[in-house]
């Protein structure tokens, strides 16, 4: 099993839609998780952290379920702005990333 | 506030020459410092981390090397470039705790031709 997994993608979706990312990760003992946004050509850029209790910024909103190793992100009301990849990392020892799943959001 | 700096931005070499990437952070002392590998269309690879100075762990054995001569330096390097070290590579810092979040550099796009 892949130390972190994601959606293979792309997403295609208009704008408006909502969208979800789904993330499970095969180490247990894992202590910190975060959504990451990468555009193309550029260097990754923290978009969020992700905590036990769930957590929102705006249109953003993460889930994490300890007990299934599973995180989640939500984008409401997408914007032709929000089209890059949406990496999962999780925390050990070192950031573990994985593949990153694209998102493309057209007019 | 604490800012990274990465270069160069592009890279075309030649394979057999040598390899020196340069990463100094800005406005933090006692970095973690990362280097990754993110070749086309795949995930980042953990290639060096170092919890401090002339510290390197290494991730995946290759023939590159990494080294720290000063807290806030982190340079990537090779003797003989390969045509499988084509990527792009990216230098990042987080703070010393453990599972804190990373920051990244801009990123060196490396061609070995």
């Known amino acids: 099993r892949k130390e972190v997994e994601q959606d293979p993608g792309p997403f295609n979706v208009p704008e408006g839609a909502t969208v979800a990312f789904n993330c499970t990760y095969s180490n247990s003992a894992s202590q910190s998780f975060f959504w990451y946004r990468q555009d193309c050509r550029k260097e990754p850029k923290l978009l969020m952290s992700v905590y036990s209790s769930g957590n929102e910024d705006g249109r953003f909103t993460a889930q994490l379920n300890r007990a299934s190793q599973y995180i989640s992100l939500l984008i409401r009301d997408s914007k032709l702005s929000d089209s890059a990849t949406y990496l999962c990392v999780v925390g050990g020892s070192t950031l573990t990333f994985g593949k990153g799943t694209m998102l493309l959001v057209s007019p | 506030s604490q800012t990274i700096h990465q270069w160069p931005a592009t890279l075309v070499q030649p394979v057999g020459s040598p390899l020196s990437l340069e990463c100094t952070v800005e406005g933090t002392s006692n970095p973690n410092l990362y280097w990754y590998r993110q070749a086309a269309g795949r995930g980042l690879q953990l290639l060096f981390y170092?919890?401090?100075?002339?510290?390197i762990s290494s991730e995946v054995p290759q023939n590159l090397s990494a080294s720290r001569p000063q807290d806030r330096q982190f340079i990537l390097s090779s003797k003989k470039l390969l045509l499988s070290d084509s990527g792009f590579y990216l230098c990042?810092?987080?703070?010393?705790?453990?599972?804190?979040?990373?920051?990244f550099g801009q990123g060196t796009r490396l061609t070995v031709v």
């Open positions: 170092s919890v401090g100075i002339g510290q």
């Open positions: 990042a810092w987080s703070g010393a705790r453990v599972n804190t979040e990373a920051f």
